[in-house]
């Protein structure tokens, strides 16, 4: 089990520039997560698939921002036309659709991150 | 609307002095709450679930208990290791069970030898 990665780690960009972040969740799990973080702050969801499906999207996800899971398996994040309000960390997470017992929810696990920032 | 609040904001003690840290949260029915541990620069690192209130979690000198409005994370006699931001974060029953998760906004703990 080598968790979840994220790549690159760092990325620094200039306003209007398009960027492409990847995500590798562990290999079992079929759910994959995006959030984003801004310094003090938690992460806010963005987006969520199960396998190759984008089921739900927050209102924090403009047009400028696009999810895929082409193949159910890795998944990349696409921000285009980079503003500054879009420097933040990037955090990728998954689960398994195995639940432990019952109707217990799936522990999501998290990458390291994609540290993005516009200049 | 679902909310995750966290207190304090910060907190520093010394090594050995025991505290808690609250997670207030106001949900539309609760799958579950979980409890992650953040160091700078790093992605979180999941702790605990807790699923009804009542229930109890231990891990070292972390436990984590859950009422029916709150949830604590008492260290006991902290190391300076434990010294990181803990988050909390909720999963509402609306959503099936590989929901999206409201997180508060952390207490960042510093713990001096």
């Known amino acids: 089990d080598t968790g979840v990665s994220q790549d690159p780690r760092h990325k620094i960009t200039k306003r209007g520039q398009n960027v492409t972040f990847r995500c590798d969740p562990i290999?079992?799990?079929?759910?994959l997560y995006w959030y984003r973080q801004t310094l003090g702050q938690g992460p806010e969801f963005l987006t969520y698939?199960?396998?190759?499906?984008?089921?739900?999207k927050s209102r924090l996800l403009s047009d400028r921002f696009s999810a895929e899971r082409p193949k159910g398996s890795f998944s990349t994040l696409e921000i285009q036309r980079t503003e500054q309000g879009d420097s933040a960390m990037y955090l990728c997470?998954?689960?398994?659709?195995?639940?432990?017992?019952?109707?217990?929810?799936?522990?999501?696990?998290f990458g390291p991150g994609t540290r993005l920032t516009v200049t | 609307e679902d909310q995750v609040t966290q207190s304090p904001e910060a907190l520093r003690l010394q090594e050995g002095e025991s505290s808690s840290l609250n997670c207030s949260y106001t949900?539309?029915?609760?799958?579950?709450l979980f409890w992650y541990r953040q160091d700078p620069g790093k992605g979180p690192e999941f702790l605990f679930t807790?699923?009804?209130a009542g229930e109890e979690k231990e891990k070292e000198r972390l436990k984590a208990t859950l009422t029916k409005k709150e949830s604590f994370l008492h260290i006991t006699a902290p190391k300076p290791e434990d010294s990181a931001t803990y988050l909390c974060?909720?999963?509402?029953?609306?959503?099936?069970?590989?929901?999206?998760?409201?997180f508060g906004q952390g207490t960042e703990l510093s713990v001096k030898p």
């Open positions: 997470a998954s689960s398994t659709h195995k639940p432990p017992q019952g109707t217990r929810p799936y522990e999501q696990y």
């Open positions: 290999s079992e799990h079929n759910r």
């Open positions: 698939f199960q396998n190759e499906a984008q089921l739900e």
């Open positions: 949900v539309s029915g609760l799958r579950g």
């Open positions: 807790l699923y009804s």
């Open positions: 974060a909720v999963q509402a029953k609306i959503y099936n069970q590989g929901g999206k998760l409201i």
